[in-house]
């Protein structure tokens, strides 16, 4: 099985390579081999051995004892998501949502006199779901309301790498990291989704939202 890895740099300027969600750092570099174990370290054995020239795997072990942590990337530097942090993007319908922990939420109504806004859970209407965040006038969160019934989605985000490419037929592709991603959507109020090239071929279920022309979000991993 093919396992792409992308180098990153964390907040201190390490760099990290990053593989199926999981980041690695720079155990030991031999002369003709780099020796890549996991940053969890601990119980976690997983590991991986690279060429000095190429980025094809000559040994692996990559079954983790541990999720990996949410995250970003931006202008190449990996960021971690914490429990308090939240992003923004689009929902498929162009309208903001709140990305916070696990789960996304979306806009419900401002409150003029506290200065903050009220956020449910995107899966309110078709899961009933209760959970509910406020926020304040400078996009923080004060309140998380509520507790979600159900699993959240997957998703990442991506900030770059992303790029579109023009085809001979005139049509494009999305490239974001290794990966690539094909739209028959026609654009509807700016946003289009895009799904992996290899959605027939490997039945890979990753799609990614753009709305004019920005990436917003990436849902799901890829399986290849």
């Known amino acids: 099985m093919y396992v792409s890895v992308q180098f990153v740099r964390n907040r201190s300027g390490k760099v990290l390579a990053l593989v199926q969600g999981y980041t690695f750092y720079l155990e030991k ?3 003709y081999t780099q020796l890549w174990r996991c940053t969890k370290g601990g119980r976690c ?4 051995t690279l060429p000095n020239d190429q980025l094809m ?3 692996s072990c990559l079954n983790h004892q541990h999720k ?3 995250y970003i990337v931006e202008d190449g530097v990996y ?9 923004f993007a689009k929902s498929r319908y162009g309208k903001d949502m709140v990305l916070l922990g696990d789960y996304t939420y979306s806009f419900v109504n401002k409150c003029i006199s506290k200065s903050t806004t009220n956020w449910r859970c995107s899966s309110h209407n078709h899961k009933g779901c209760l959970a ?3 926020l304040d006038s400078k996009k923080k969160v004060i309140a998380v309301k509520g507790k979600h019934n159900h699993k959240p989605f ?3 985000i991506h900030k770059d790498y992303c790029q579109l490419i023009p085809l001979p037929s005139g049509r494009k592709l999305l490239k974001i990291g290794c990966h690539t991603y094909s739209s028959n959507n026609k654009d509807t109020g700016g946003l289009t989704t895009w799904y992996c090239s290899k959605r027939i071929s490997k039945k890979c279920p990753a799609s990614a939202k ?7 979000v990436v849902l799901k991993d890829h399986t290849h």
């Open 210 to 216: 753009l709305y004019n022309g920005e990436l917003t």
């Open 79 to 87: 960021i971690k998501q914490n429990k308090t942090q939240i992003m």
């Open 132 to 134: 509910k965040v406020v």
């Open 68 to 70: 990996f942590q949410k």
């Open 57 to 59: 795997f000559v040994k």
């Open 29 to 31: 570099q031999c002369n």
């Open 45 to 48: 054995k997983a590991r991986f």
């Open 154 to 156: 997957d998703y990442k």
